[in-house]
């Protein structure tokens, strides 16, 4: 095995660089594969009606729009709507980790998604805002208007469990 070339490293780089704009649709990934086994019986006990096959229904889309917003996020690498929505995103995991915490702690029973929520999506968001701040992708302001949105769409989720 070879080593790559001075250009073909020097091409790699600038992905490297963007990679954790992907952090959000992982997160969201091995959370959903937490959840799927359990979260439909568990929200319907405390919440509302909600089958496995209505949870993969609307997750399937909402995983490819994370997917897409990550992936124009890296495409852009700095600044601007993808990347306050990446970040929303990410910020929206770790309110729903607070859900997922404190809903066991209230009810009392163990809230599929817990662990990950806890041990993938709060040290992810903690790594995530920290490099975004770092590397300077994000204003402040783009950063403020990002956690806003992502705690409005945790909301809009944690309300979707209600219908």
């Not at 599929?112 to 999506?121: I, L």
Request: hydrophobic content about 55%.
């Amino acid at each position: 095995m070879t080593l790559p070339d001075v250009t073909e490293r020097d091409q790699l780089q600038p992905v490297a660089g963007v990679l954790p704009f992907l952090l959000p649709f992982g997160v969201y990934v091995l959370h959903t594969v937490e959840e799927l086994p359990g979260f439909a019986a568990w929200a319907t006990r405390h919440f509302g009606p909600e089958t496995t096959s209505m949870f993969a229904a609307y997750h399937i889309p909402l995983m490819l729009l994370v997917l897409a917003c990550s992936w124009l996020a890296m495409r852009q690498g700095r600044h601007g709507g993808w990347v306050v929505l990446a970040t929303a995103f990410q910020w929206q995991f770790a309110v729903n980790a607070l859900f997922h915490m404190s809903t066991w702690a209230v009810l009392g029973e163990y809230s599929p998604g817990a662990v990950t929520a806890a041990v993938v999506s709060v040290p992810a968001t903690v790594c995530y805002l920290a490099w975004i701040r770092r590397e300077k992708r994000a204003s402040s302001r783009e950063i403020a208007i990002a956690l806003v949105l992502g705690t409005v769409i945790a909301a809009a989720a944690i309300g979707f469990l209600f219908l």
